[in-house]
C-alpha cells in the first residue's frame, strides 16, 4: 500500500516538474540534462511554484494541508512558492453518505433518525479532514453535523511517514537542508492535524470564542450542542450568511463593504490583544457575512493563542512601525529575548530601517502589512532570531485580513485602521485601567495568601532553615532588654537629680 502510494507521489511530481526542486543541487546538477532528455514530452511552462501548487491538489487532502501550512513559513520557502501555495483551497470531493451514517451510528450507538429530527444525507460543504451535513435537533434547532472522513487518521499516519522520510533526504542533500530543519516543518503540521482530528477539541475552541463575542454586533460564533459532540462527530448551531468572497452578493444586499472591512480589522486586533486568542484559519470559506453586515465564524480546528508577553510585544513593535521609530522596534527584539545576547541594537535598528523606509514612502493604504511583517523576519533570521510559531500563525492571519479587506475595499488602510486601538489597549495596559486590572486579578490570590502570614512566618522561624536568624533575633531582644534596664536606671537618677535641685531652687529663695 505505502510502495503504490509512493510511486503515485513520484509520478505526480515529475508530472509536474517537481524534480527541478533537486535537480538544481550541485551533487546531482550533471543528471539534469539525462532527465530532461527522457522527460522530453513534459510541458512545463508554467511557474514553479503553480506546478507545485497543482501537484499538492492531484495528491489529495493531506498535501493540500501541508502546503497551506507551508504557505506560512515564509522564513522558511522562497516568497513565489509561498504566495502560490497561499492559494491553495480544501476543494476535496465529499466521502459517500452511507460512510457518514455509518459514523454517526458507531459514534451515537444507534442510527442517525434515531438521535435527529432530520438529517440530510448529502453534504453542504467538504473539506480535508471532514463533511458538514445539514440536521435538526428533537427540540427543533437547524443544527450542522460535521463528521470526521472515516479513515483519515491512517491515511494521514501514511502520508507523513512519507513526507518525514523526504524530509531527511532533504536535509541530506541540500546544504541549506539543517537550516531550514523540513524534519522540524513536518512535526509542526502534524501537531496542527492531530489538534484538527480531534472534534470535541474543535468543539471547545468554538465555545471559547463564542463566549469572548457574546452579544458581539461584530461576531457572530455558532453555539455548540455538546450533548451530541465526539471525536468524530460536531454539532452546533446552523448559521445563515453570504459567503465573504461573493463581494457582488454581499453589495445587493445592502451591505457596506468599507464598514465590513474594518470591522475585520477590529475583530483581528480585538482577538489579539484582548483575548490572546485567535481564529487562525480565516480564509474565505471560513467566513459568512449576514445581511446584517456581521461577520460569522466557522471552522476552529486551528486556532493561535498568545501570552500577555506576546501581546505586548506585539503591540510595542506594531506602534513603533507606525511611528517609523525603528530603534523601539530593535530594543523590543532584543528584550523579548528572540535575538541572541550579544546582538547590538544599532545594528538591528539599521537593518529594519533598510527593510521599512523604502515602504513607507509610499501612501500607507499602498502598503501590504503581511509583506513588511514577512520581510521584518527575514531580517530577523539574519540575526539569528528564533521563530516564534505562534507569530507565524499570526502572521498568516493578519495577511489573510488584509487579503479579505482589500477584497471588500480596496482602498483600505490597514495601519490606520488599527493604530487607534493599539494606542487605546497600549493606554489600558500602561495606564491606570490596567494597573486597576492587574490588582483585580492577583485579589483573590492575595486575600488566600494574607490570613496566613502569620501562621507562615511563624513556621518559618521555628524551622531549620532559619534557626541562625532566630537565635540572632533573640540575641537582639535580650540585648535590648539589658540596654531598657541600663536606661531606666539612668532616667531615674536624672529625675532624682532634678528634684533635688527644684527642692533647693524653692528653699533658697
Known sequence: MRLLRLIRILWVAQRHGLDEFILGHERVRPLAWLVR????????????????????ESLGPIFVKFGQMLSTRRDLIPADLADEL????????????EQAVAVLARAYGRPPEAVFAEFDPT??????????????LKTGQACAVKILRPGIRRVIDHDLELMMAAAALVETLWREGRRLKPREVVQEFAKHLDDELDLIREAANCAQLRRNFRDSPLLAVPEVYW???????????????????????LRRRGVDLKRL??????IFFTQVFRDGFFHADMHPGNILVEDSGRYVALDFGIMGTLDERDKNYLARNFLAFFRRDYRAVARAHVEAGWVPPGTRADEFEAAIRAVCEPVFDRPLKEIAFGRVLLRLFQTSRRFGMEIQPQLIMLQKTLINVEGLGRELDPDLDLWATAK???ERWMSEQLGWRGWLARLKEEAPHWGMVLPQLPRLAHEALRGDRVA???????RLADEQRRRNRWLRGVAALLLLALAAQTYLIVHLR
Open 420 to 422: 487607534p486601538y493599539l
Open 37 to 56: 532528455l527522457l522527460l522530453f514530452w513534459r510541458r512545463l511552462d508554467r511557474p514553479r511554484g503553480e506546478r507545485l501548487r497543482l501537484a499538492l
Open 123 to 136: 453534504p453542504v460543504a467538504s473539506a480535508s479532514v471532514a463533511q458538514v451535513h445539514r440536521a435538526r
Open 227 to 249: 450533548d451530541y459532540c465526539t471525536p468524530e462527530v460536531m454539532v452546533m448551531q446552523w448559521m445563515q450568511g453570504t459567503p465573504i468572497s461573493r463581494v457582488e452578493e
Open 468 to 474: 541562625p536568624l532566630a537565635e540572632a533575633l533573640q
Open 86 to 97: 497561499a492559494l491553495l483551497q480544501d476543494r476535496v470531493p465529499p466521502f459517500p453518505s
Open 261 to 266: 472591512s474594518r470591522a475585520g480589522v477590529e
